[in-house]
């Protein structure tokens, strides 16, 4: 439910201009609420209410939903003293609430949900529901059918965790330079899963890349770094699994 809030606050996160250039329109006279033109930015406006912009309707939308490749060398989180996050490489800034679902390191690459709608994090993350997350992966290191199985099995990571049943496949082995490209899907998202998988059967991966998270894949045309709005169809396939 969208709160009681200010007028240019409202007009903000909707995305109208920056908190300046709305006050400067409100004060131009651009503004009406419920046919009354606006005349203080800190006036309050909540659902109910009929905002128009220049006679346009401005609706309130509740929650926002970004897909994003992520690139390497950024942190997922939603601020940083010293380091990029993936909240920075929003451009579309006036929403104050928005957070990356789930972890990627640092190093690793692809899907990113960021959002501000706590209910549907909660229900991609929640461990309960087991939510298939796939990755592709370089690694150092001849992955072989016995790593296949045992991931399937469930991998002892060590005397705290056995991993869930992980599909393995194995797309390419380069015999000479001792390194495999591998598909893996989990439904764990452990701090360093996929990595510790690896470790466990003495191997590394060198690069890694998520590629879809429950019904949401990512797109290949969003280069590292980008990210776009979730369509209609996404947002519907994710919220089946939030009333799930
Ligand atoms: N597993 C990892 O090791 N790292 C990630 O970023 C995601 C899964």
Redesign the pocket.
């Given at each position: 439910m969208m709160k009681n809030m200010r007028l240019d606050r409202y007009l903000c996160e909707m995305s109208e201009g920056t908190r300046k250039e709305i006050k400067q329109k409100i004060k131009s006279g651009l503004v009406t609420v419920n046919g009354q033109t606006a005349s203080d930015p800190g006036m309050h406006v909540d659902r109910a209410d009929l905002v128009l912009l220049g006679g346009r309707p401005v609706v309130y939308e509740e929650f926002v939903y970004f897909m994003m490749n992520k690139p390497q060398g950024v942190l997922t989180a939603t601020m940083d003293k010293k380091q990029q996050t993936v909240l920075d490489l929003i451009d579309e800034k006036t929403r104050k609430d928005l957070f990356p679902v789930g972890?990627?390191?640092k190093d690793?690459e692809g899907l990113l949900l960021i959002c501000n709608d706590g209910q549907l994090a909660h229900a991609l993350l929640a461990p309960a529901r087991h939510v298939q997350?796939v990755?592709r992966a370089d690694v150092k290191g001849i992955v072989t059918q016995k790593d296949v199985e045992s991931f399937a099995r469930g991998l002892e990571i060590d005397d705290q965790w056995t991993a869930r049943p992980a599909r393995l496949t194995i797309l390419k082995t380069d015999q000479t330079a001792g390194t495999s490209q591998i598909e893996i899907s989990?439904v764990e998202?452990r701090f360093?899963?996929?990595?510790?998988m690896f470790q466990a059967v003495g191997k590394e991966?060198i690069s890694?890349k998520?590629i879809s998270m429950g019904p949401l894949v990512l797109d290949g045309r969003l280069e590292p770094g980008s990210f776009r709005r979730l369509t209609d169809e996404e947002i519907k396939e994710l919220k089946k699994l939030q009333n799930g």
């Open positions: 972890r990627l390191d690793t997350k990755y989990i998202g360093h899963q996929i990595k510790r991966v890694l998520r």
